[in-house]
């Protein structure tokens, strides 16, 4: 059986990853398999354990570090954040494709270990739009979206290093073209 790709999906907050995401795990077509993190962040509300993360202590992070279980990690606004490196490589095994939804340090170490993995950007339309997006769906201070405007400018320096970009303007359209990107890898 063809091992499964790899795929890394990265791009800013508030850029619409979440949506573009739902859209192609709805294709059955793409046999994709979302991977699920872990992190030392708490839930927000309505997140589950084992299905948006697995929700551990840092002593615990730092333990799946030690034991070298972590496919990569990073630290991201306070927290910890990691790919479970077993259940992916199960998961390629089996044929399926894997979904890694990874900022861009995290990304950039899969680059390394796994230079075949495909990694694909999500950028918005333009700043003035992920602001308004930030702004729109949580009432925070202007200070902190100030602060996550100028993260992103910094995410965004990495975009060269990205197999593919695409921008999120309309997240059907979005996630059509990152489904042609898959479909194309998956015949080569
Ligand atoms: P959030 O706290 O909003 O769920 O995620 C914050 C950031 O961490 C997002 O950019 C998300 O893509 C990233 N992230 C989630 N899981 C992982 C992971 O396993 N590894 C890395 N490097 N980043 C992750």
Redesign the pocket.
């Known amino acids: 059986m063809k091992k499964g790709l790899l795929i890394v999906l990265?791009g800013p907050?508030g850029v619409g990853?979440g949506t573009v995401i739902k859209e192609l795990m709805k294709n059955e077509n793409l046999n994709l398999s979302y991977s699920i993190?872990?992190?030392t962040?708490l839930p927000r509300n309505g997140e589950q354990e084992g299905v948006n993360y697995f929700y551990v202590s840092k002593e615990e992070f730092q333990k799946a570090i030690a034991d070298g279980e972590l496919l990569?990690?990073?630290e991201?606004v306070g927290?910890l954040?990691?790919?479970p490196k077993a259940y992916v490589e199960k998961l390629r095994n089996e044929g399926r494709n894997v979904l890694?939804?990874?900022?861009v340090?995290?990304?950039m170490q899969v680059k390394e270990k796994c230079p075949d993995a495909l990694s694909i950007f999500i950028i918005p339309p333009s700043i003035d739009e992920l602001a308004k997006r930030i702004r729109g769906r949580a009432s925070e201070p202007e200070e902190i979206v100030q602060q996550r405007l100028e993260k992103a400018k910094k995410e965004m320096e990495l975009i060269p290093q990205y197999k593919y970009v695409v921008c999120n303007d309309d997240p059907i359209l979005a996630s059509d073209i990152i489904s042609a990107i898959i479909n194309r890898h998956m015949q080569i």
């Open positions: 990265s907050s990853k993190s872990m992190t962040r990569e990690y990073a991201f927290n954040y990691g790919t890694l939804e990874i900022e340090q995290g990304a």
